[in-house]
């Protein structure tokens, strides 16, 4: 075996044994928070599939720092199921919203879900740029809940919004949420100092993300009544070709990055590149 090779073989068993310790930091997790992730919604391929997306995003690092990516993107999850799959009133859905919000500003929490959120403002609070950076990690906070609310009233409503009002919407899918707080904990001095700039790259992305969800996801979204981008009246080569320009686009905001936090950039275009690899999504046309 050529030194190349066994240099690539070792990196990949690293960021494999990393997703394994990931994933049981996980289980550990939800085990926290009782009733928050029944196990029929967060069974073993959920938190395998967690914990490998977040190793191969940023397989340099140690479990240890990536411990708020993971936490925060399993908190989403649990929130989305709160949302779209518990919640039977919008009264009940205004309510966990204001809850998350006033606990975000510092309030003791209620209930398992704002107990989680209150852990991870706790953590990154351990870190002494939050408190500069606090207002940037509420707003998307608060921009994630908002998109959840409103794909509520859409599906409540029977509301079929368009294919650019359901991307403007993207913000619920809540992968920005994550990465402000992956990067407030995590990232170096200029990804910090620029993480405004940042987020509206990791936007983009998540807008793309938002789009490759809803394809994957389509049967099991279509089964639970679940709004999804194939059931809005639009083709599947009109959603492909949206994908394929927001991926042009991203990359295109990216590049810059590069040269100032190498990391990062790295970061930002596995969300796109890993996750339509791991959810097979390679030519999404046979898929719709």
Not at 189 to 213: F, P
Not at 261 to 286: C, E, K, V, W
Request: hydrophobic fraction near 45%.
């Amino acid at each position: 075996m050529r030194d190349d090779e066994l240099n690539e073989a070792f990196e990949l068993g690293r960021t494999c044994a990393l997703a394994a310790e990931c994933g049981r930091d996980l289980r550990r997790c939800a085990e926290m928070y009782s009733g928050l992730f029944p196990a029929a919604a967060f069974d073993a391929q959920c938190y395998n599939t967690l914990a490998l997306t977040t190793a191969f995003s940023a397989p340099w690092a140690s479990a240890g720092r990536l411990q708020v990516v993971s936490r925060a993107a399993l908190w989403v999850m649990a929130v989305d199921r709160l949302v779209n799959h518990t919640a039977s009133t919008r009264e009940q859905v205004d309510r966990l919203v204001r809850e998350c919000l006033s606990v975000a500003d510092g309030a003791v929490p209620r209930s398992a879900a704002t107990r989680f959120l209150a852990d991870l403002r706790d953590e990154l609070a351990t870190v002494r740029e939050f408190g500069e950076l606090r207002w940037l990690w509420r707003g998307q906070l608060a921009r994630m809940l908002a998109g959840l609310v409103r794909a509520w009233v859409w599906r409540d409503t029977n509301a079929v919004p368009t294919l650019e009002r359901y991307l403007d919407n993207a913000d619920s899918r809540g992968s920005c949420f994550v990465d402000v707080s992956h990067w407030i904990y995590t990232a170096d001095r200029w990804a910090r100092t620029h993480l405004e700039e940042l987020r509206d790259v990791s936007r983009l992305v998540q807008r793309y993300l938002h789009l490759l969800g809803d394809v994957a996801s389509y049967r099991k979204d279509v089964s639970w009544g679940d709004l999804n981008v194939l059931s809005l009246g639009v083709s599947g080569a009109e959603v492909s070709e949206v994908m394929a320009g927001l991926a042009r686009e991203a990359a295109d905001l990216i590049e810059p990055v590069r040269e100032r936090s190498p990391r990062t950039a790295i970061y930002l275009r596995r969300q796109i590149g890993f996750t339509a690899g791991i959810n097979g999504i390679s030519d999404f046309d046979r898929t719709a």
